[in-house]
């Protein structure tokens, strides 16, 4: 059974910074594309950050030079660094697996940045 199982989210205040952790079991991670997406009320899922296992990344042009996506393989587990937080990154953040046509989502984390 595979589960992503993310974790850190909350409320921070504008500037702000948080962690949000991603721990895989069930598939081999090594292979896996790791990402991370966020919904906002009323838009479309979007991707923000992705990471190959050889640690190559891809970011939203809105959150480069803000957020850092890293992967831990030896403990299944991928990270984002939120930093400098803005109201608008406020969302339900996803984390995804992706390897070929398999293709496995977390449960989600809210994020809410508000003064």
């Known amino acids: 059974q595979v589960q992503l199982v993310e974790s850190g989210g909350g409320l921070v205040q504008p500037g702000g910074s948080l962690r949000l952790s991603c721990a895989a079991s069930g598939i081999n991670f090594n292979i896996y594309v790791m990402g991370w997406y966020r919904q906002a009320p009323g838009k479309e899922r979007e991707l923000v950050a992705s990471i190959r296992s050889n640690g190559n990344a891809n970011y939203l042009d809105s959150v480069k030079g803000r957020f850092t996506i890293s992967r831990d393989n030896a403990k299944n587990t991928v990270y984002l660094q939120m930093n400098s937080l803005k109201a608008e990154d406020t969302a339900v953040y996803y984390c995804?697996?992706?390897?070929?046509?398999?293709?496995?989502w977390g449960q989600g984390t809210q994020v809410t940045v508000s003064s």
């Open positions: 995804n697996a992706r390897m070929l046509i398999r293709e496995y």
